[in-house]
């Protein structure tokens, strides 16, 4: 699932390898996907796009959006992005786009995911324009002031809950939230409200340190990048490690149901 890092890395690459290339050919909803989801008609997908050349791609939180001259591409967290050299094989895709000079970029959606097509200014998903408005974690305006404003909002709930639930740190969800919290010490049921100022602060210096390391590196080893090659960061807390020893204190690293996903970590370092 792109989060974060990954849409950092895919926007990144997509930079290098796309900027200047001609949309020539578009086929959408090929392969069908009952959680597929798009703008519109996909069927308008083609006259929308053929003929724009690609300016640039920008990372949203965990989204990837695509700029062809008036038009957008934005690509949700359950979607793979693939690119093409030329000649090579295509596999099943729900968006497919070639370009003049013969290759590709497809893209393929695991459980659900959003492949949004439009107009600039012609989307009014609120997930997007949060994911606009809101405060990396990567940047220098996400302080130590700022996180903890947003600790007030969250402050009812767990830490899972306050930092992978309701957009208040797009991008940041359940996928890189297992090593956040193994970094900080904090099991992901401990409450926001019990915590204490020593364990707040490093919370926040986990948030930070943790998602920067993963985007220097290229991305968590349990995602792959544009090119289809896993990413360099090695994950900790994922099902990577399951059952293997905390690198800490050598326990079993435990897997848990919580919050409608799947939560990894050390008994002993992380208790509630």
């Given at each position: 699932?792109?989060?974060?890092?990954?849409?950092?890395?895919?926007?990144?690459?997509?930079?290098?390898?796309?900027?200047?290339?001609?949309?020539?050919?578009?086929?959408?909803?090929?392969?069908?996907?009952?959680?597929?989801?798009?703008?519109?008609?996909?069927?308008?997908?083609?006259?929308?796009?053929?003929?724009?050349?690609?300016?640039?791609?920008?990372?949203?939180?965990?989204?990837?959006?695509?700029?062809?001259?008036?038009?957008?591409?934005?690509?949700?967290?359950?979607?793979?992005?693939?690119?093409?050299?030329?000649?090579?094989?295509?596999?099943?895709?729900?968006?497919?786009?070639?370009?003049?000079?013969?290759?590709?970029?497809?893209?393929?959606?695991?459980?659900?995911?959003?492949?949004?097509?439009?107009?600039?200014?012609?989307?009014?998903?609120?997930?997007?324009?949060?994911?606009?408005?809101?405060?990396?974690?990567?940047?220098?305006?996400?302080?130590?002031?700022?996180?903890?404003?947003?600790?007030?909002?969250?402050?009812?709930?767990?830490?899972?809950?306050?930092?992978?639930?309701?957009?208040?740190?797009?991008?940041?969800?359940?996928?890189?939230?297992?090593?956040?919290?193994?970094?900080?010490?904090?099991?992901?049921?401990?409450?926001?409200?019990?915590?204490?100022?020593p364990e707040l602060r490093g919370l926040y210096d986990s948030v930070r340190a943790t998602l920067k390391e993963m985007r220097e590196q290229g991305?968590?080893?349990?995602?792959?990048?544009?090119?289809?090659?896993?990413?360099?960061?090695?994950?900790?807390?994922?099902?990577?490690?399951?059952?293997?020893?905390?690198?800490?204190?050598?326990?079993?690293?435990?897997?848990?149901?919580?919050?409608?996903?799947?939560?990894?970590?050390?008994?002993?370092?992380?208790?509630?």
């Amino acid at each position: 699932m792109i989060e974060l890092p990954e849409a950092q890395v895919l926007a990144d690459q997509i930079n290098a390898s796309l900027t200047g290339k001609t949309i020539t050919s578009v086929i959408a909803a090929f392969s069908p996907h009952k959680f597929a989801w798009y703008h519109g008609d996909p069927e308008m997908y083609e006259r929308l796009l053929v003929g724009k050349v690609i300016d640039s791609a920008r990372p949203y939180g965990g989204l990837v959006e695509i700029r062809a001259e008036n038009a957008r591409l934005v690509f949700g967290d359950g979607v793979t992005l693939t690119y093409l050299e030329p000649g090579s094989n295509l596999s099943r895709h729900q968006l497919f786009l070639g370009f003049a000079d013969g290759s590709a970029l497809y893209a393929q959606v695991q459980m659900y995911g959003g492949l949004w097509a439009f107009r600039e200014g012609d989307f009014a998903n609120p997930y997007y324009q949060v994911a606009q408005e809101k405060v990396s974690p990567l940047s220098d305006s996400f302080s130590w002031q700022y996180f903890s404003s947003l600790t007030a909002e969250g402050a009812k709930g767990s830490v899972k809950a306050f930092l992978a639930t309701q957009q208040r740190i797009p991008g940041l969800g359940n996928g890189v939230l297992q090593d956040i919290l193994f970094r900080a010490r904090l099991h992901p049921k401990r409450k926001v409200a019990a915590l204490t100022s020593p364990e707040l602060r490093g919370l926040y210096d986990s948030v930070r340190a943790t998602l920067k390391e993963m985007r220097e590196q290229g991305g968590r080893d349990t995602e792959k990048d544009l090119f289809g090659r896993p990413g360099g960061y090695r994950t900790i807390m994922s099902k990577n490690n399951l059952g293997a020893p905390c690198p800490n204190c050598g326990a079993e690293i435990k897997k848990e149901a919580y919050l409608g996903g799947s939560v990894y970590y050390c008994p002993q370092c992380q208790t509630i």
